[in-house]
């Protein structure tokens, strides 16, 4: 079975510099997904960026980029330029690729991230 | 368009009551997942749905069940309900059911706040 590991319970960081989450991952596939997510305190899980194992580009939205390790299988978060807006639970997680799989997600602990003004 | 959406968001029932939940997915989507959110567990897949039909199941009693209906909308009911289930209950929802393509991302409703005294 997959596992997801978030050693961060909680960061903070400055309103504009930049913040890194850390999360691994144990898996014997090959091909899969890697995700963060956040949870605001209104409770709804947003997909902030998702990865294709198979993609040794490392994927970019805005200011949100990831760190892909596969041979390390690490899948670290960086948030530029931070937001008092980005403070939120962030959820690493990882979804197999098999056909029997479907949609499950295999999620980390989580890291409650605080930006400070 | 219209997100998912998860009815009640919040209830309050005793130990040994049933309780059902339900979940709207976003037009179109054909896969419903649930989760449930604690803070001591995080955030445990449940089961998952597609056109009516169970495709996945996570490690929880037979008390939990679920079902799809044929507008691919979802419910799940837990039966004899006990303390340790107070928790949030995440729907999401997908286009598809097989993980054919990083696309299929998972879209989160708000939950459903469960508290069982």
């Known amino acids: 079975a997959q596992t997801v590991t978030q050693s961060q319970p909680e960061m903070s960081v400055q309103e504009a510099e930049t913040v890194t989450l850390s999360c691994t991952y144990d898996?014997?596939?090959?091909?899969?997904?890697l995700f963060w997510y956040k949870q605001p305190p209104s409770r709804q899980m947003i997909l902030v960026i998702r990865?294709?194992?198979?993609?040794?580009q490392n994927a970019t939205e805005n200011r949100f980029s990831v760190n892909f390790q596969k041979a390390a299988k690490s899948f670290s978060l960086k948030i530029s330029d931070s937001q008092l807006g980005d403070a939120a639970m962030y959820f690493c997680?990882?979804?197999?690729?098999?056909?029997?799989?479907?949609?499950?997600?295999?999620f980390g602990e989580g890291t409650q991230l605080t930006v400070n003004p | 368009k219209a997100g998912v959406t998860q009815t009640p968001r919040y209830l309050i029932k005793t130990r040994g009551q049933q309780v059902t939940l339900s979940c709207s997915p976003i037009?179109?989507?054909?896969?419903v997942s649930w989760y449930q959110q604690t803070p001591g567990q995080g955030l445990q897949f449940l089961f998952e749905?597609?056109?009516?039909?169970?495709?996945n199941k996570g490690n929880f009693p037979g008390r939990f069940s679920g079902r799809q209906f044929s507008n691919s909308r979802s419910e799940m009911n837990v039966s004899t309900l006990e303390l340790g289930d107070s928790a949030l209950y995440l729907c999401?929802?997908?286009?598809?059911?097989?993980?054919?393509?990083?696309?299929?991302?998972?879209?989160f409703g708000a939950g459903s706040r469960l508290t069982v005294l």
């Open positions: 999401a929802s997908s286009l598809y059911g097989r993980s054919l393509s990083g696309a299929n991302v998972l879209t």
């Open positions: 997680a990882y979804r197999s690729a098999g056909d029997t799989s479907g949609s499950r997600l295999t």
């Open positions: 990865q294709e194992a198979y993609k040794q």
């Open positions: 749905y597609f056109s009516e039909t169970q495709r």
């Open positions: 898996t014997s596939e090959s091909d899969y997904y």
């Open positions: 037009s179109g989507h054909r896969s």
